[in-house]
């Protein structure tokens, strides 16, 4: 299954989302708070070995995603990083 395809197909794009997204969600409450946003920043670049993020860049990156202010992440915001991700790297 290549990068490109589950871009282009929202039902495998939801699939993928969704283990990440409860991957992330390490206390099951359905939303992705800025620890748990953290968290992910640091596995993730840690895993393209990359330089760890800085406080600012995950804040703005909550802040991008949080797109209603709530002060947590839905899945469909998450959703929304996952595709933006996975494009970066096609
Ligand atoms: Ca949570």
């Known amino acids: 299954m290549s990068l490109k395809s589950i871009v282009e197909n929202e039902q495998k794009l939801e699939k993928v989302a969704r283990v990440v997204f409860n991957s992330v969600d390490k206390d099951g409450s359905g939303l992705i708070d ?37 002060g947590n992440i839905t899945f469909y915001e998450f959703k929304f990083l996952i595709k933006c991700i996975l494009e970066s790297l096609i």
């Open 34 to 70: 800025m620890k748990e946003l953290e968290n992910v920043m640091y596995s993730i670049s840690n895993d393209l070995g990359l330089k760890p993020p800085s406080r600012k860049e995950i804040r703005d990156v909550f802040g991008i995603l949080d797109s209603d202010g709530s």
